[in-house]
């Protein structure tokens, strides 16, 4: 299976983190899913002896649509402690109106607190050729609803990662396997302190 902060209380060292997301947490494009940010989360946990399970329910071209359908299931089925929501990106890519992404990542953040869980929310951005009104209002969504209900934001997940060519595949859409590395330090930054001190370490 798998940087603005809003610090919750730190966590018990049990429980599913369960992260929802498309391609760019799929692994879409690697030579192996082990490669991709998500894997390589669930290797920092048990190198480090937490007990987290995680549980990655992401799909390539997911949207936020898609996600919210998906959501109550998911919930229910893993009870997780956390939900990392990366969603947006294809509403983006296909011009897709902008109140009704932050309509469906608000209620997907509302259904997962409501739920018991804590949300990690994971920033997007669009390519400027979508025009400054558009790539503007689509980046405000993230720390806005991040703001407005109290949960973490990695501000942009693909910070250090989306400009330089060498960290993206051929596409120039989805990153490589070095482009997840960084990837996932973008997400540890702000993951590891919503989590409890591992086992065997100080406190």
Known sequence: MLLTHFPPTALSAEGAILVVGDSLSS????PDEQHSWVALLERRLVEQGYGHEVVNASISGDTTAGGLARLPGLLDRHDPQ????ELG????LRGLP???MRSHLEEMIRLAQQSGA???LTGIRMPPNYGPAYTEAF????PELAAAHDVPLVSFLLEGVALDRSLMQA???HPNVDGHAVMFENVWGVLEGML???SGTEP
């Not at 692994?27 to 690697?30: D, E, F, P, Q, V």
């Not at 956390?82 to 929501?85: A, G, R, S, T």
């Not at 990106?89 to 983006?92: I, L, T, V």
């Not at 980046?139 to 993230?142: K, L, P, R, S």
């Open 98 to 100: 902008i109140p009704t």
């Open 89 to 92: 990106g294809n509403d983006g």
């Open 27 to 30: 692994g879409y494009g690697l």
């Open 196 to 198: 409890a001190p591992a």
């Open 82 to 85: 956390i939900v990392i929501l």
């Open 171 to 173: 596409d120039g859409v």
């Open 118 to 120: 804590h949300v990690l």
């Open 139 to 142: 980046e405000a969504v993230y």
